[in-house]
Every structure is written in C-alpha cells, then in structure tokens.
C-alpha cells in the first residue's frame, strides 16, 4: 500500500482552552491520508462542544466519541485507539503539538525491520522552547533499546508516545491500564508506565527503533499537566521502575538479574520509596 491511513489518536479530558491549537497540528499535516480520532472523557470545561465544533466543519478528517462515564487516562488511551482503523497509529496527547511534517517524515521511515519511528521533540511553556531532545544516532538495534531504556536509559529516551509513530498491529493490547504493584499506585489515573510499556512491548516486534534528527513534536508544559503535578510530587520515577519490571518480569526475563541490581541502587537513592518494589524483585 503506497499511502498507508494513518490515524492519530487525541485523548481528551478538560482542555478547552488547548485542545484546537492540538486538532489544529493534526489537520495541519502534509500526509494527507490521516484520519483524526478524537475521544472525550467526560469533560465538564466545555471542551466536548468544542470538539463537535471542530469536527464539523472537518467531516472528512475527524470523528468525535465521549465516554458515558469518566474511566481514566489511560482507559481513554484503550477507548480512543480500539477506534483507530490505520495501518499506523500516532497518539496525541490533548496539549501539544506536531509538526505539519511529523506523519510524512516519521511514515518515510519504516521499513519491514523497523518497529517504530521516534521524532526530536521539545518542551515549551509561554517563555518559547525548553529542553530540545536531540538523539546521537538514526537507528538503533531493538534489542539496545530494550538494554539502555530498561536499565540506565543513558540515551534520555522520553517514554510519551506522542514523540513516536507506531505500526497499530495488535496495538491495543499494548496500552495496559492497570500494572499490579503493592504501592497503590493507580495506573490508570497517571499513565506513566503504561506509557512506557507501549514502546517496550513494541520494540519486540522488530529489529530496529529509527530516529529522526528533526524537531517534530512540542510537549506543553503547564500546571495543569499530569506530568508537571506527578514530578513534584516525585512520583514518577517509582511508577515508571514498576512499569519497567512487569515488562522484564512478563517479556524479558533476561534482564532480571540486572534489573535486581539496579534496584537495589534506586532503594537507597530514592529513600526507600522502591522498598516495596524490591520486594517484589525478589519474589
């Protein structure tokens, strides 16, 4: 198939003030095989009507659903995506931002070896540009990412799939809602671990990770951001080390003995927050 659909993916909740600058970025795209898949969570700002708006006067480009209840970020994530009917999936998170080139220059990529494509991203806030992720390779064997992002993550890979174009093959059951943990930790509510765990389960399924040395995806952050409130909080470091062993512990069991080491090392340097995690490493 020469022009693959392509969908992108727009989980919402409360983002009335942000959400067209985002559908903006999507509609903007020089691919134009896409289709924008938009689910709204029950917002109560305003952002469902503006949606509706939006999409119609975009009939061809845009679908919109709304949950009957509110279940979650990443039960949104599962909602939004069991719609997707592309050949490839890219999600984007309600407040940021693609370049009008993001879908042309990450699909122009893949090759039957490549399991996804990953974009130099960038934070930015009201003062401009923040914190330009750039990488030092184009490619990458899959079994090196697995290493470095499981390990030390030495190469700073942002676990947000917003920076990556993915080949929606049994995508679904990558997005896992609930990672069992004895920190009550709600999975579900943050995203981070499940998260990350789309890349990980992804990058099993081929030879390769390529990389775009271009800045193509702006990550907002504001004080309304999920990621912003969990990072002061210092929590997210622990949710991604419990996303990280359920995947060694049920995909890659290689790595276990490694891992086990690594958290004993992040026992003392966190305080102790992983306690309850070595626990569990040494079941």
Not at 64 to 92: C, M, P, R, Y
Request: with cysteine.
């Amino acid at each position: 198939m020469k022009y693959p659909l392509v969908s992108i993916c727009i989980p919402v909740y409360n983002r009335v003030s942000l959400i067209e600058e985002t559908i903006n970025s999507a509609l903007n795209q020089t691919y134009a095989n896409i289709e924008i898949i938009i689910n709204d969570n029950q917002s109560t700002d305003g952002t469902w009507t503006l949606i509706n708006t939006i999409a119609e006067k975009n009939k061809t480009k845009i679908k919109v659903f709304q949950n009957e209840t509110n279940v979650g970020a990443v039960k949104n994530w599962q909602k939004v995506i069991e719609k997707s009917k592309g050949d490839f999936i890219h999600i984007l998170w309600s407040d940021d931002i693609i370049n009008p080139q993001f879908i042309e220059a990450t699909l122009n990529q893949f090759d039957d070896e490549t399991s996804f494509v990953i974009a130099e991203n960038a934070e930015f806030n009201h003062d401009g540009i923040q914190h330009h992720k750039t990488y030092p390779f184009t490619e990458i064997a899959s079994k090196d990412f697995l290493n470095d992002i499981l390990l030390f993550n030495k190469n700073g890979f942002l676990p947000s799939p917003v920076i990556a174009l993915f080949r929606n093959v049994n995508f679904q059951r990558k997005v896992i809602s609930h990672i069992p943990n004895s920190d009550n930790i709600d999975f579900n509510r943050t995203g981070a671990g499940p998260d990350i765990l789309i890349f990980l389960i992804s990058a099993l399924e081929r030879k390769k990770i390529k990389f775009i040395p271009q800045l193509l995806v702006l990550n907002r952050s504001h004080e309304d951001s999920i990621t912003v409130i969990e990072n002061k909080k210092e929590g997210l470091k622990l949710s991604y080390d419990w996303g990280k062993f359920y995947f060694i512990k049920n995909y890659y069991r290689k790595l276990l003995f490694q891992y086990t080491l690594i958290s004993i090392y992040r026992l003392f340097k966190y305080n102790f927050k992983h306690k309850n995690l070595i626990r569990q490493v040494f079941q």
